[in-house]
């Protein structure tokens, strides 16, 4: 695990420094310390901003940084014990791409998303849609955008929480904007 310039400092990972703090540490590229706060943060609005500012280090130089703090997220949907920390935390995951989000579809599937087909993986998304825990709706949102398939279109009239269905609908408009964005270019250069 990576140590910053300043683990020998005790660290209450309480919200008394506000989300000021948090952005400093983040700011500084302390990682380990964000971390800390969104797995031990005292409320879950530090938790959620620690989520939210993981999310920046998508583009950080560093692999073995990048890759600790998508399974710090991944984590966090898989354990969290808020659904607006597990959201904030699948958002982030989404800023570092086809990798990340396959290895947290890999955390809550069966099989292995790496190797499995494409329609294997579209289709327990799409079921995860109607799933009874939170986190698995969530996961199937985000999921739905990077493997795409018209399934959301289905759950938009069914009596399931408004969020999921709002997710999985911008999900779904992304993947049609997508494929319009690919379909427009082929044709331009045919």
């Given at each position: 695990?990576?140590q910053?310039?300043n683990?020998?400092?005790q660290?209450s990972?309480?919200?008394?420094h506000?989300?000021?703090?948090?952005?400093e540490?983040?700011?500084?590229?302390?990682?380990?310390?964000?971390?800390?706060?969104?797995k031990?943060?005292?409320?879950?609005?530090?938790r959620?901003?620690?989520?939210?500012?993981?999310?920046?280090?998508?583009?950080?130089?560093?692999e073995?940084?990048?890759?600790e703090?998508?399974?710090?997220l991944?984590?966090?949907?898989?354990?969290?014990?808020s659904?607006?920390?597990?959201s904030q935390?699948i958002?982030?995951?989404?800023?570092?791409?086809?990798?990340?989000i396959?290895?947290?579809?890999?955390?809550?599937?069966e099989f292995?998303?790496k190797?499995?087909?494409?329609w294997?993986?579209?289709?327990?998304?799409?079921e995860?849609?109607?799933?009874?825990r939170?986190?698995?709706?969530?996961?199937?949102?985000?999921?739905?955008?990077?493997?795409?398939?018209?399934?959301?279109?289905r759950?938009?009239?069914?009596?399931?929480?408004?969020?999921?269905?709002?997710?999985?609908?911008?999900?779904?408009?992304r993947?049609?904007?997508?494929?319009?964005t690919?379909?427009?270019?082929?044709?331009?250069?045919g």
């Amino acid at each position: 695990m990576l140590q910053s310039a300043n683990s020998d400092r005790q660290m209450s990972f309480d919200d008394s420094h506000g989300e000021t703090f948090l952005y400093e540490l983040a700011r500084d590229g302390q990682t380990t310390e964000v971390i800390g706060y969104l797995k031990r943060g005292s409320s879950p609005a530090v938790r959620k901003r620690a989520a939210e500012l993981l999310g920046d280090f998508a583009d950080h130089p560093d692999e073995q940084r990048r890759d600790e703090v998508v399974q710090e997220l991944i984590e966090a949907v898989k354990h969290g014990d808020s659904e607006e920390v597990r959201s904030q935390a699948i958002n982030s995951l989404v800023r570092y791409g086809d990798e990340a989000i396959k290895r947290l579809i890999d955390r809550f599937s069966e099989f292995n998303a790496k190797s499995a087909p494409r329609w294997l993986i579209a289709e327990n998304l799409i079921e995860w849609l109607d799933d009874d825990r939170p986190e698995f709706r969530l996961v199937a949102a985000a999921g739905l955008e990077w493997f795409g398939d018209e399934g959301p279109c289905r759950h938009w009239s069914r009596p399931s929480q408004t969020r999921t269905r709002a997710c999985a609908a911008v999900q779904f408009g992304r993947v049609v904007l997508s494929a319009t964005t690919v379909s427009s270019r082929h044709w331009q250069s045919g």
